[in-house]
């Protein structure tokens, strides 16, 4: 059995950081791709970032580009997702999720597991 659990959400103005980390029971995270999704009210799941299985090659949504940055600390078996320069618009609840296939594994269907979300909320 597969747990994923996110923290580091929270409420955070405009032009502020935050980050999150993810961790699994049950799996070495250095064995997936390990991916973060949002969802903002109304909206679907969409792609934040990928790191890839085993290395440290990242992949960013064009949204994200340059203000987040995807990490493995292999010692704890997390993957963090450091959130500079939030925005408005970046207020959803994040996702974790882990995948073995495909790369970037940007489409929700490649992914195995996942956990159950953390909220960040940008005030403007």
């Known amino acids: 059995q597969v747990q994923l659990v996110e923290s580091g959400g929270g409420l955070v103005q405009a032009g502020g950081s935050l980050r999150l980390s993810c961790t699994a029971s049950?799996?070495?995270?250095?064995?997936?791709?390990v991916g973060w999704f949002r969802q903002a009210p109304g909206k679907e799941r969409e792609f934040v970032s990928v790191?890839?299985?085993?290395?440290?090659?990242?992949f960013y949504a064009d949204s994200v580009k340059g203000r987040f940055t995807i990490s493995r600390d292999n010692a704890n078996n997390l993957v963090h997702l450091q959130m500079h320069k939030l925005k408005p618009e970046d207020t959803a609840v994040y996702y974790c999720?882990?995948?073995?296939?495909?790369?970037?594994?940007?489409?929700?269907?490649?992914?195995?597991?996942w956990g159950q979300g953390t909220q960040v909320t940008v005030s403007s």
């Open positions: 999720a882990l995948a073995t296939r495909g790369w970037p594994a940007i489409r929700n269907d490649e992914y195995d597991y």
């Open positions: 049950g799996r070495t995270l250095t064995y997936y791709h």
């Open positions: 790191i890839r299985i085993r290395f440290s090659t990242t």
